[in-house]
């Protein structure tokens, strides 16, 4: 009977210290699986709040350059401009389309980067939206004997649409870090 009692005994422990491991096991997986998700959403936060934050700078930096332009062009239909500063200022609209450019390369280089976590929708909106960016003309130097007045208004019209581009691209991200449903969450919580 002693036996028999013991190997009972055994028995139970056994199966005590199995069921405890499946649960460690199981609470293991759910919190590596949690502490992923987290990593993975604060990656994406990241790379989101860094997309959004080039492209607002890229927007800027756009609808920055047409009264830059026409100042440009006001100094240079000034008389008695010796050539020397007619060159300085060429270099000073020149440097400035060129910056313009580099915006825009580092943005690309930037979704490019991060392209491995960004959803299908919100990296063909950005395509697009990286596409339209390089449809757009900046008047340079060259432009100020042309009709530099139909490039700036066809660049007006270029901006109008990549805002309209932008605020979508926003849109989508929200959508996909489900920003509204964390704000009522929020709101929930802290109303308790």
Known sequence: MTLNLVTGISLISLFISFVAL???YLRYKREHKF?????????????????????S???????????????????INAKNLSEEYIDLLDDEIDNLSDSIDEIMYDFEELFIANSILIPKT?????????GDIYDCQLPD??????????????LD?????????ANQIDETIREDMNVE???QSLYKRIRK
Do not use: G, H, M, W
Request: hydrophobic residues 35%.
């Open 141 to 154: 130097s060259i432009d100020k004997e042309k009709e530099y007045k139909e490039l700036l208004a066809k």
């Open 22 to 24: 499946v649960i460690s």
């Open 157 to 165: 019209i270029q901006l109008t649409k990549l805002i309209n581009q």
């Open 57 to 75: 700078k890229l927007l800027r930096s756009i609808e920055d350059y047409p009264l830059k332009y026409k100042q440009y062009l006001s100094k």
């Open 122 to 130: 919100i990296i063909d909106k950005l395509e697009l939206f990286i």
């Open 35 to 55: 502490e992923n998700e987290n990593f993975i959403y604060e990656t994406k936060y990241d790379c989101y709040s860094k997309i959004l934050e080039e492209i």
């Open 181 to 183: 449903s964390l704000n």
